[in-house]
């Protein structure tokens, strides 16, 4: 199931009208359905038995792993191929700002024309990922309209100047290119919370720190900047893009969750 949202009072509105989507109950009802019965993977076309899915805890969101791929992973995929049907299949042209998760292996293994790269000021960590290309969102390398498509998995929240990068995504998309995204998503916010922000080079903390898991330096993490809410769909617009929503993903049958929200949400934006 698939709904489609430009605004924050859509969405609530669908709330209302669907609560047994969100409760806590349902949601687990859902979960323990799928430890019973397994799933069926959109992302490599199989059913997986209840005995190849891990489910490591109720945040369903990031659990219920099938071949390396999650509930949000297997959500993105879904957008991803939808978005992007209509381009030529044997010429897609796609980046995306991750190189050595297992959505980006998976993407290099079957489209010759995808690049994913990593991001680090750090020599030695560069060195290691060689030859992996280094990128900065604020400051992309590649020419105007380069991609038919872009992905941003669980990225955004840890950009420091995120309205600056929207704007480099733009400027690298082709016209009629899609953005795909998800971030810890503010679900019932119309504002986004600011958590740290750099003044004069330096990281100011206007909230306790948070840190998210960063494959690239699993020990220490990467900061959380902001938690966007519902206005970042006008600032993507601001950015150049003409038309952005916020799509839910909903299959018990594919093992597609999130707690509080039932499905999965994913940012889609075309230029």
């Known amino acids: 199931i698939v709904h489609e949202f430009e605004n924050l009072h859509d969405f609530v509105a669908f709330h209302h009208r669907s609560p047994g989507y969100f409760s806590e109950q349902s949601i687990k009802a859902d979960g323990d359905l799928i430890s019973a019965q397994g799933i069926y993977c959109n992302v490599f076309k199989e059913p997986a038995s209840p005995r190849d899915v891990t489910i490591h805890n109720e945040n369903y969101r990031e659990t219920i792993v099938y071949r390396g791929f999650n509930s949000r992973m297997r959500a993105v995929h879904h ?22 998760s297992a959505y980006a292996l998976y993407m290099r293994g079957r489209n010759a024309k995808f690049i994913g790269s990593e991001y680090t000021t750090d020599p030695a960590v560069r060195e290691y990922l060689f030859p992996i290309p280094i990128e900065d969102l604020h400051a992309l390398s ?59 080079g330096a990281v100011v903390h206007l909230t306790e720190r948070e840190y998210h898991g960063n ?7 990467s900061l959380v900047f902001e938690l966007p809410g519902w206005n970042i769909l006008d600032r993507i617009r601001a950015a150049g893009f003409k038309h952005a929503v916020m799509q839910w993903v909903y299959s018990v049958d594919c093992g597609i969750l999130a707690p509080g929200y039932g499905g999965v949400l994913v940012l889609v934006a075309e230029k």
Not at 87 to 100: R, S
Not at 177 to 196: D, H, Q, W
């Open 79 to 100: 957008v991803f191929e939808t978005a992007t049907a209509h381009f030529p299949q044997n010429d897609l042209k796609v980046f995306a700002p991750e190189a050595v």
């Open 142 to 200: 590649f020419g105007e309209q380069a991609f038919h498509a872009i992905f941003v998995n669980e990225v955004f929240e840890h950009v420091p100047y995120l309205d600056k990068a929207l704007s480099e995504l733009a400027r690298v998309l082709k016209v009629g290119g899609k953005l795909i995204s998800t971030f810890p998503f503010l679900g019932f916010s119309e504002e986004s919370v600011v958590r740290a922000k750099m003044e004069n």
């Open 215 to 221: 494959p690239v330096d699993p020990q220490g993490g």
